[in-house]
């Protein structure tokens, strides 16, 4: 599975993007797919996780604020991202978690999309 992120870039405090990441290749099985973000220092952040069943997480920080979504027909997963702050400033990156058909769990990683909010 390879994953092509994109949608990132430079917004005033309260203004909205929206995340795309991409998917070509396959997988035996799809576990859940993610949004993280990175800050330069700081550990990677899980912001919005969907299982494959459809349902959906989110840290506290961005509930009522982001919503992740997936289009299957196309294969691209979004991160909508409304009333953005500046703490939202970060690299974002797209995640799945899969796993092959002899039971190996297997992560794939998108190559980041940065986010600046500006206040």
């Known amino acids: 599975v390879q994953l092509q992120a994109s949608g990132g870039g430079f917004v005033q405090a309260g203004g909205s993007l929206r995340l795309s990441c991409t998917a070509s290749g396959s997988a035996f099985a799809i576990n859940s797919m993610d949004w993280y973000r990175q800050v330069p220092g700081m550990q990677r952040e899980l912001v919005a996780e969907?299982?494959?069943?459809?349902?959906?997480r989110y840290v506290d920080s961005v509930k009522g604020r982001f919503t992740i979504s997936r289009d299957e027909e196309k294969n691209i997963l979004y991160l909508q991202m409304d009333s953005l702050k500046p703490e939202d400033s970060a690299i974002y990156y797209c995640?799945?978690?899969?796993?092959?058909?002899?039971?190996?769990?297997?992560?794939?990683w998108g190559q980041g999309t940065l986010v600046t909010v500006s206040s």
């Open positions: 969907m299982t494959i069943g459809g349902s959906s």
């Open positions: 995640h799945y978690d899969t796993q092959s058909a002899s039971g190996w769990a297997t992560d794939y």
